[in-house]
């Protein structure tokens, strides 16, 4: 159900919007959750965002970055500088859109794992929601390892089997090779057809996927690869900051970031790590 100013939204309400809009619409509207939004303004931001996420991760398929381990890391150093623990922080005086547009615009000179892979499509897609200054505006200090993110990028956790084109979904593999722990899961982004998307796999069906994370299982495994029910998405807060593009011209306390060195594990493991400071 979707209620938008207080009144009952309908598809019939939806004859502006356009086909991958009215997609997500549709899954809105038959989810047992409740989307609630306060203005038109609001509820047509969150959908725009849903289709840019999309966009994003269609982006990064076609683009020529590569999937590789923390330690193998590697990123353009005219835009950011490459810590030790694999992680990407922007260097000084580099405006934070154009460091994320040339993540796209020259993928060969990038190498890093799934969950960075997420958090690169978050912020791209957010920049092609807000434009350029707002986002330079309200990012000032990114750094990109795994999950962790700005502290005005939230992320909305939680279980659920039902999932919306634009979530990010995760594909468990608990019997991964031992040698090759990189495979030990797959954050995806979900696209409006109903297949997924995921770094180092690229667009394909969950079938698919699960076909190829069980070829990277432990010799004698028994136990497939899986579709967890986790969903991420942002958080309300989040989409009401960037529907609002407040400019954040203040200090903000940063987040502590975990380097946990664990390539390919869902957000739900990233925040265990962050709740008990394990690092």
């Known amino acids: 159900m979707i209620h938008v100013a207080g009144r009952p939204f309908s598809l019939d309400s939806t004859i502006d919007f356009g086909r991958v809009e009215r997609v997500i619409i549709q899954q809105m509207l038959d989810s047992p959750e409740f989307f609630s939004y306060h203005s038109m303004n609001e509820f047509r931001f969150e959908i725009n965002i849903r289709k840019n996420i999309m966009e994003s991760a269609k982006e990064m398929n076609a683009s020529q970055v590569t999937f ?5 890391a590697y990123c353009n150093p005219t835009y950011w500088d490459l810590t030790n623990a694999g992680g990407f922080l922007l260097r000084p005086g580099v405006r934070p859109s154009d460091a994320i547009v040339d ?13 960075t892979a997420i958090i690169i ?3 791209q897609a957010i920049l092609k929601s807000i434009g350029r200054r707002h986002f330079d505006s ?3 200090n990114l750094y990109l390892y795994s999950w962790h993110t700005d502290p005005d990028l939230q992320l909305h956790i939680f279980n659920s089997n ?6 990010v979904v995760y594909f468990n593999n608990p019997d991964y090779h031992p040698t090759t722990p990189w495979y030990r899961g797959v954050n995806a982004v979900v696209l409006s057809d109903g297949s997924f998307f995921g770094h180092g796999v690229g667009i394909v069906t969950a079938e698919q996927m699960i076909q190829f994370l069980n070829s990277e299982r432990s010799p004698g495994s028994t136990q497939s690869a899986y579709l967890a029910n986790l969903i991420t998405r942002f958080s309300p807060a989040t989409l009401l900051l960037l529907t609002l593009q407040s400019h954040r011209n203040f200090y903000k306390k940063q987040k502590i970031v975990i380097h946990h060195n664990h390539c390919s594990i869902s957000s739900f493991v990233y925040q265990f ?3 008990n400071h394990i690092d």
Do not use: W
């Open 138 to 140: 309200i990012f000032q």
């Open 103 to 115: 993540i796209y615009r020259n993928g060969s000179l990038y190498g890093f794992e799934c969950a």
């Open 162 to 167: 039902r999932f919306l084109a634009g979530d």
């Open 121 to 123: 499509i978050y912020y």
């Open 273 to 275: 790590y962050l709740d």
């Open 68 to 72: 590789t381990i923390f330690e193998s």
